[in-house]
């Protein structure tokens, strides 16, 4: 590829010659598609925005940049991360891989070392890593339990102020289901979450008084006027249907509104009717779903000595054939609940293709990591190649799916407002005093 980091528009137009683009992400041209999975064409940039997508051809003249059939992708966008977990293997790792040791090593590590310091420094290193890999637009879980959400949530903040315009940031709320407050000291938590312009969320599981407390939690957000944003049947349990109890719950109130739920791998492991029934009131209640492939395979079905047989990545194409709108997210980065991960997004979407199988067709499904979760977070403007839009791209030297798939595309280019991004992903070693190395 012959656009070289630095260079940049300047005030003059730049034309991306004889690009690709997937036929998902580009609804201008996907009329010409023909159902082609992707479509060559010309990009011209000029001030920070795409003004031109036109069919390959048209776009000759000075100052083209001929990609030779590269694909260009619009920027990524992870919509369920945990920043704040990060980064914490070194100083505490999962002895045996399983989710309860990782509940256990998290909850023991936030108790000790969760400073504002500590957790500034960790989420910085993390959003570094995502920008250098083409992530825009990132919504993060924010583990809440008091006293803990009057740490974080400052920092969030003040992290959200200083990466705008570089990476976007959302906030959620997690806090499990049994440890809601009650009464005043619910209102009292929620205020730190709204003053922090956050959303609201919880970890769902089966308890006795579930609907109740989904019921609280679905009003405290009326009242502060949040969206929702939940883990539910993190597990493989078949008797676990929160899922569905947080749909029921949403059509019972007429909550006004957005509802996102990750994981939902119980799914997995219950008989047809009983996911048809639950993806019957998920599609009513118009909730979108996030899978995270990579964070469920490493946790699920572990036992030592044993190979694993199920794998609780969740049932993603019914609910596409349903409807249902579906991100693929990064979930977790090498921390007790996945040792692994540096929040590249191509990463994520090539396990998804390959555990999934979201390929034979293609499909819409490179909408999963860009188009559908910008809208999730409320950029529907994001995420797709159009003119007009933000000139934030990721330009790769694979020209087709099958190269894109095959490698991990290190030597990927990253635009950001026309601009191409010095890409150089932060060192561990960055961290090592927070490990007592």
Partial sequence: MVWRPGLSAGDRPVRLIDAHVPAALCPALAAVAGGRERIAVDITLADGRV?????????????????????????????????????????????????????????????????????????????????????????????????????????????????????????????????????????????????????????????DDLDARLKRLFDAAVRFGLDLDFHADEALDPEAHGLRRIAETALETGFPGQITVGHACSLTVQADDEVCRTLDVVARAGITVVTLPLCNLYLQDRHPGRTPRLRGATIV????????????????????????????????????????????????????????????????????????APANLVLFRARSFSELLARGQDDRIVVRDGVVLDRVLPDYRELDDLFGA
């Fill in 51 to 207: 003004v031109a997508i036109e069919p390959a051809g048209q776009a000759r003249g000075e100052g083209a940049t001929d990609l030779d059939g590269g694909l260009v992708f619009p920027a990524f966008a992870d919509v369920h991360t945990h920043l704040d977990k990060g980064h914490i293997w070194p100083r505490t790792d999962n002895p045996d891989g399983r989710f309860g040791t990782a509940l256990n090593a998290c909850e023991i590590d936030r108790r000790q070392n969760w400073t504002a310091e500590d957790v500034r420094r960790r989420m910085d290193f993390a959003l570094r890593a995502a920008e250098a890999h083409g992530t825009r637009l990132i919504r993060t879980h924010i583990d809440s339990s008091p006293p803990q959400h009057r740490i974080s949530w400052p920092v969030f903040a003040a992290m959200r102020e200083a990466w705008r315009g570089r990476v976007e940031l959302q906030g959620v709320a997690l806090i499990g289901i049994d440890e809601l407050p009650e009464g005043s000291d619910l209102d009292a938590y929620v205020s730190v979450v709204a003053d922090h312009g956050g959303m609201l969320g919880a970890a769902v599981y089966p308890i």
């Fill in 317 to 388: 194409q019914e609910m596409a054939g349903r409807d249902i709108p579906v991100a693929i997210a990064s979930d977790n980065t090498r921390d007790p609940f996945y040792a692994y991960g540096d929040l590249d997004m191509l990463e994520v979407y090539r396990a998804a293709t390959r555990i999934l199988h979201l390929d034979h067709p293609l499909g819409d499904w490179p909408a999963a990591v860009t188009r559908v979760p910008a809208a999730m977070m409320g950029e529907p403007g994001r995420g797709i190649l159009e003119t007009g």
